[in-house]
């Protein structure tokens, strides 16, 4: 038997819940909402929260720099399993992931660059129908264009 393919909804879904849970058991601290935006070769997540308790104390007792620095480490730190992550939800390699957070609004943004488009179930015209969109598909579309 094997596996049905995903669609988008499902693929951003999964991938927003395992990104809260590696949060969750790293830091011991839950974001309260991870959005995933997936187009193209790339990956856009948007992590509501994502600021510790640790950081916002830095921050209140007015250790910015210290907090900011904090965080980084924290990013740094998390990458390489948030890469592995992302490639195992994904089925595709990741190029490179891009982070950023902003203390004052509890964000972080991240962006992941795929090598391809991962494989999505994509709807079509027809209601009962689903047609399958691969990469090997879009190139070879692309070449004949």
């Known amino acids: ?46 992590i509501e929260n994502s600021i510790t308790k640790p950081e916002k104390l830095l921050l209140k007792t007015g250790h910015e720099e210290l907090a900011e620095e904090v965080r980084s480490d924290l990013d740094d730190a998390i990458q390489p399993q948030l890469k592995v992550l992302i490639e195992e939800t994904l089925n595709v390699p990741v190029i490179e992931l891009l982070t950023d957070a902003t203390l004052d609004t509890g964000r972080t943004g991240i962006i992941a660059i795929l090598t391809d488009q991962p494989t999505i179930r994509t709807p079509t015209s027809d209601s009962n129908k689903v047609s399958t969109t691969t990469s090997s598909d879009r190139s070879n579309t692309s070449k004949s264009a």
């Open 1 to 46: 038997m094997t596996t049905p393919i995903p669609t988008r909804g499902q693929v951003e879904r999964t991938l927003a819940q395992r990104i809260q849970a590696l949060y969750r058991d790293q830091f011991g601290h839950q974001p309260s909402k991870v959005t995933c935006q997936l187009s193209d070769h790339n990956v856009v997540v948007i």
